[in-house]
């Protein structure tokens, strides 16, 4: 199992509902999942740029992470999320 951690900060709200809706199913292609989504967190440590929702997302394993990320089937939804607002995404491992 690996993790990726997503910051979204949100100029576009109606797109990223858009998103939310074929999110899953895109995740799921490639055998991810949202572990935990929130717009609702607290800084432990240093000073952050505080995303508007922060996600934390599984893959079996780092080649499905990265086939979900360069799937070209699934440009138009990273599109779609990249519409709603700025969108970082770390893959921890």
Known sequence: MIYAYAKLTVNDPAALEQYREVAGAALAKHGGKVESATKDFTVLDGAP???????????????????????AQLEDVHALRRSAGGSDILLLG
């Not at 740029?49 to 499905?64: E, G, H, I, V, Y």
Request: aromatic fraction near 8%; glycine fraction near 0%.
């Open 49 to 71: 740029d505080k995303p508007d929702t922060a996600a934390l997302l599984s893959f079996p394993n780092k080649a499905a992470a990265l086939a979900w990320a360069n799937d």
